[in-house]
Nanobody
Framework: QVRLVEFGGRSVQAGASLRLACQAS????????LAWFRQAPGKEREFVGS???????????DYADSVKDRFTMSRDDGKNTVNLQMNRLKPEDTAIYYC?????????????????WGQGTQVTVSS
């Protein structure tokens, strides 16, 4: 059973930076496909970014157009952690951010393709 726990969400001003982390346990972390999704109030959960398995695809990341050039993912397989560095935050980035993991190759932006989810961490960006 994989357990995912997100850290780092808080309230910030527009233009600030924030770093989220997701700690995983329960399965060999290096074999997991990983992703960040977010859900704003009254909206559907949306894809933020994904990380492929390094041994299969190298350090390969995909991002939603809305966050490309502002957000950067990284994974540390030695620490069982996947991070999301968020720069130049905007009020529209306000959401609960979720970490997700899949044992098999997912369609990166399809949330139903992921097997495991964290509880989420709240990010609030004020103008």
């Amino acid at each position: 059973q994989v357990r995912l726990v997100e850290f780092g969400g808080r309230s910030v001003q527009a233009g600030a930076s924030l770093r989220l982390a997701c700690q995983a346990s329960g399965l060999p972390f290096s074999s997991l496909y990983l992703a960040w999704f977010r859900q704003a109030p009254g909206k559907e959960r949306e894809f933020v970014g994904s990380a492929k398995v390094i041994s299969r695809d190298g350090r390969n990341f995909d991002y939603a157009d809305s966050v490309k050039d502002r957000f950067t993912m990284s994974r540390d397989d030695g620490k069982n952690t996947v991070n999301l560095q968020m720069n130049r935050l905007k009020p529209e980035d306000t959401a609960i951010y979720y970490c997700a993991a899949s044992r098999s190759r997912p369609r990166p932006a399809v949330n139903n393709d992921y097997d495991y989810w964290g509880q989420g961490t709240q990010v609030t960006v004020s103008s």
